[in-house]
Structures are given as structure tokens and as C-alpha cells.
């Protein structure tokens, strides 16, 4: 098997270090204790944060040296994050820490690759802890007490973090699939289309299905980045409106860029582009008091997009599709972009409509490779998942 990496700050956390690693050795691993803190340890370590503090761009006294815990704590999370993505014997990583611990270690996991076990033991972890997750796979396991010596609650919590991520090293996820992998993005209001064109190409592809919430864009596009995705079918761009329009499902302003960094095969469309999605009604920004909304559910309110709205959405967009170096297909349905814009729907407005269409077609500059497709179609009808399945295989040539 290999190492279990076992980091936290040995300075103040030496005593549950130990812990952690004399139990993981009890049950099978080999355990590494990774030393991350700032000050003189209290146990001794087989990686000394002078060690992981030299990663730093610019050198170990930058992270150790400064009497500021800002600095320190960004400084060793700078060097931890390079630190740990060189090692080649990593069979997991289990971390501790209140909030400096928190935000180094989990800083190093974010940057290692999706399926490796991770797990981090923290002060912080029954509140909202996206920004220390991001889109990985952190499991984040809360401490009950405070990370501040052994007690009969953190002993019990200590032991079954370190069960946990022995078994997960021990036994890796079996590596069967052979087929490529394919990014698809869908909503609520666009699973009647995702569902049809991955059904239809599941025999030849590893359909890997990412939830339009802002993570999962997110989460499909690190994984185009770090090579793992063949090609991708975006039907669902929805995450742009929350961008552009202050929601809580928001992409980041690098939607689209790893595929057009990567130049992967692009099939994508306009689903849901007629929605910025916030929470109950009270909390949207009061400059959108008067508009159109649909109560999704008791939690969930749903804005409709103008045209004025739906035009910088197209420029943003249309930009960003000038820039794939890839074979790219943006496919348009004439009928409707969700199962809410539909003639009779809550949010059928062909002029928003419109305005999206027109001012795709007036930003994208075509060529042989990048083509814009109008189809008289709703999204969910049949024959647009049929149009999205064919354009994939033209321009993926399978």
C-alpha cells in the first residue's frame, strides 16, 4: 500500500498527530507525518515544515520568518499545495486543523487528483466549508470538540477518520472503464435532453453527468483541464446568467476556458440561459423586486432573463467560444432553451429569446470548425438531443 500522508500543525497538534498516524500504522498503513506549522514542534516528524516551507516561490524564511499569522498560514498553505502534488507515493492524505490547519492542508488536497482518498478532520467542518472543498472531493469530518488534546470524544472521532482513509488506501477504486470520457452539464430544466443524448451514446463513452450549479461546471472543467475528459456536450450554460446577474449558482469567469484551452470537441447550447437561479424570494438583490420569478421550491426562486440580459449574455459567451481552438458546434433551439420557456410556459419570451440568438450570431466568428446550428426545436424535444448526438460524432470523428 502506498503512504498515508498525516499533516497538521505539529507545533500545536503534535499530541493528536501522533494519534492519527500510531493508528493508521495499527491497522495496516504507513503512515508520513507532515509537519506544516510555524513553530517548534512538539513530537518529532518525518517531514519538517522547513521542508514543505522551502516550496515556497520564494523560500522557506518567507513562510517561517514573519511574526504575522496571515502571512504564515497563506505562505506554508502556498508551499503545502506544492509540496504535496510531488509526491508520487501518495495513497491518501488525512489532515487536522482549526481554521490555519484547515485552509493550509485543505489547500494542498483541492490540487490533487479527483478519486485520491482525502479526508480532513476539522473545527470548521459543520458550516460552510466550499471554500475549503472547491470542487474536490474533500471529505471534511467535524471535530466535535476543539482540536486541542485527546478526550473520549476525539479519540472516537480521530480513530474512525483514521479507519476510514486506511480502508480507502488500501482498496483503490477498481480502474475498469476503457471508454473515453465525455463531460455533459444538465439542470431540472434540461434533464429530459442530457438524459436522451447520454443514453444514446453511453455504449461508446463514460458519460460523466455535472449538475449546472457553479461546482459542477466548475468540477468538469479541472477535469478537462488536467486531461481526464475526451470531449464535452454543454447544453446547459446556465451558470453564466448567475455570474453575470448576481445568483447563487455562479460559474467563475473561467467558464469555457479549459475547454477552449484544451481544444476538445464542443458541442454546446444555450439550456437554461433563461434563469438566474437565488434562494427564497427576501434574499434576491432589491433591484430585481419587479421582475418575473418562479417559485421553484420553498428555498429555490428562479428569475426569467430580459432581453437586454439575454444580449450580454450572448457577447459573453460568443467571446468566449471565439477563443476554443477546438472543433466547436453551438447548437440553437428556435422553441425554447428550458422546460419554463415553452410556448405557454412561465417563462416562454420569444423576444429574450431573440436577442440571445441574434447577438450569438452577430459575436461568433464562424469558421469550417465553428458553426452555429439553428434548430426548430424545444431543448427537451427528441430531435434536439438527436441534432446534439449527430454533432458530436461529426466533429469528434467517432
Not at 472521532?157 to 473515453?180: C, D, G, R, Y
Amino acid at each position: 500500500m502506498k503512504a498515508i500522508y498525516v499533516v497538521g500543525t505539529a507545533d500545536t497538534k503534535g499530541v493528536e498527530l501522533d494519534y492519527l498516524a500510531t493508528a493508521i500504522a495499527a491497522a495496516g498503513g504507513h503512515p508520513i507525518k507532515v509537519d506544516i506549522g510555524t513553530r517548534q514542534p512538539t513530537i518529532a516528524v518525518d517531514v519538517s515544515a522547513r521542508e514543505v516551507a522551502a516550496l515556497h516561490p520564494e523560500g522557506a524564511d518567507k513562510v517561517l520568518s514573519t511574526d504575522d499569522r496571515g502571512t504564515a498560514v497563506a505562505g506554508m498553505a502556498a508551499a503545502f499545495a506544492r509540496y504535496i502534488t510531488q509526491r508520487d507515493d501518495i495513497g491518501g492524505v488525512i489532515g487536522i486543523g482549526g481554521g490555519g490547519g484547515t485552509s493550509i492542508v485543505t489547500a494542498g488536497m483541492r490540487e490533487l487528483p479527483i478519486g485520491l482518498p482525502k479526508i480532513m478532520v476539522s473545527t470548521l467542518a459543520s458550516g460552510d466549508v466550499a471554500q475549503f472543498v472547491g470542487v474536490s472531493d474533500i471529505v471534511m469530518v467535524p471535530s466535535i470538540t476543539d482540536i486541542a488534546g485527546l478526550n473520549r470524544l476525539s479519540r472516537t472521532i480521530l480513530h474512525n477518520a483514521t479507519q476510514a482513509i486506511t480502508a480507502m488506501a488500501a482498496h483503490p477504486a477498481p480502474e475498469v472503464e476503457t471508454k473515453p470520457a465525455l463531460g455533459l452539464t444538465m439542470f431540472g430544466v434540461t434533464t429530459p435532453c442530457v438524459t436522451s443524448i447520454a443514453q444514446q451514446l453511453e455504449d461508446d463513452y463514460d458519460c460523466l453527468i455535472f449538475h449546472a450549479t457553479g461546482t459542477g461546471g466548475q468540477a468538469m472543467e479541472k477535469l478537462v483541464d488536467s486531461g481526464m475528459i475526451a470531449g464535452v456536450i454543454d447544453i446547459t450554460t446556465t451558470e453564466v446568467c448567475d455570474l453575470l446577474f448576481d445568483g447563487v449558482l455562479a460559474a467563475t469567469e473561467d467558464r469555457i476556458g479549459a475547454i477552449a484551452r484544451a481544444g476538445l470537441p464542443y458541442v454546446v447550447s444555450v439550456g437554461a440561459l433563461d434563469m438566474v437561479n437565488f434562494w427564497a424570494p427576501e434574499t434576491m438583490p432589491g433591484k430585481y423586486k419587479d421582475r418575473k420569478i418562479y417559485r421553484h421550491n420553498a428555498n429555490v426562486t428562479l428569475m426569467r432573463t430580459t432581453p437586454e440580459e439575454n444580449a450580454q449574455l450572448g457577447h459573453w459567451i460568443g467571446n468566449k467560444l471565439n477563443q476554443c481552438t477546438g472543433p466547436v458546434r453551438l447548437l440553437l433551439p428556435e422553441k425554447g432553451v428550458s422546460s419554463l420557456d415553452i410556448e405557454g410556459g412561465e417563462f416562454w419570451d420569444p423576444a429574450a429569446d431573440k436577442a440571445l440568438f441574434a447577438t450569438l450570431e452577430d459575436t461568433v466568428q464562424q469558421t469550417d470548425d465553428r458553426q452555429i446550428v439553428r434548430l426548430p426545436y424545444h431543448i427537451n424535444q427528441p430531435e434536439f438531443a438527436a441534432a446534439a448526438v449527430a454533432a458530436y460524432r461529426v466533429i469528434s470523428k467517432h
